[in-house]
């Protein structure tokens, strides 16, 4: 199986501060990676879907990038709605599997 | 607007088989993948597998010995089946559609709310 791993764990960071969020694969995986936002008690969310294309509706703060096996999310303007916990996935062999999740805290 | 809800037993006794249904409102189940996703505190999220709305799967190897993904068209719904469960079964169950409008590139577009199963005699 690929192994996603993300870094930080977590973090602590204020209203519009910029975010990044780092995901590496255990081997390369194109651009076959996803990004999703979870809030406590709901579903995940998708923000980014091959590596960089903004899901419909999500806001332009967001924006993802890399490809192989290093890949970053990034928010360029933390907003009080992001405070959240996120994870990558990838699909470019099965099983897909998740990162373990960053959870952005209120500083 | 597409929505999916999850639904099925909450308490599953060890060794017994669980069993969740999807529905799925606002749009059609043909012509799309479906899939079950779980997450626990422990594990984080994991895929359990998927399926095409014609029947054909793909699932976990770590779970393929006890699942069964099924669909029923003439009802918009798709099933997870999950045998011999023991407490490590202990989880959030989501379905989910899998969106391959930007073939090869999957991703999952529409989720359920989640349901809690725990796995207890």
């Known amino acids: 199986d690929i192994q996603m791993t993300q870094s930080p764990s977590s973090l602590s960071a204020s209203v519009g501060d910029r975010v990044t969020i780092t995901c590496r694969a255990s081997?390369?995986?194109?651009?076959?990676l996803n990004w999703y936002q979870q809030k406590p008690g709901k579903a995940p969310k998708l923000l980014i879907y091959a590596a960089s294309s903004l899901q419909s509706g999500v806001p332009s703060t967001f924006s993802g990038s890399g490809s192989g096996t290093d890949f970053t999310l990034t928010i360029s303007s933390l907003q009080p709605e992001d405070f959240a916990t996120y994870y990558c996935q990838h699909t470019y062999s099965t099983p897909w599997t998740f990162g373990q999740g960053t959870k952005v805290e209120i500083k | 607007q597409v929505q999916l809800q999850e639904s099925g037993p909450g308490l599953v006794k060890p060794s017994e088989t669980l069993s969740l249904t999807c529905t799925v409102s606002?749009?059609?189940?043909?012509?799309?993948?479906w899939s079950w996703i779980r997450q626990t505190p422990g594990k984080g999220l994991e895929w359990i597998g998927y399926m095409y709305y014609s029947g054909s799967t793909n699932y976990n190897p770590s779970l393929k010995s006890r699942v069964t993904i099924s669909v029923d068209t003439s009802k918009n719904q798709f099933s997870l089946k999950l045998s011999s469960v023991t407490a490590a079964d202990t989880a959030v169950y989501y379905c989910?559609?899998?969106?391959?409008?930007?073939?090869?590139?999957?991703?999952?577009?529409?989720w359920g709310q989640g349901t809690l199963v725990t796995v207890s005699s």
């Open positions: 989910a559609r899998v969106q391959t409008r930007w073939y090869p590139f999957y991703y999952f577009d529409y």
């Open positions: 081997q390369s995986i194109s651009n076959y």
């Open positions: 606002g749009g059609s189940i043909t012509n799309y993948y």
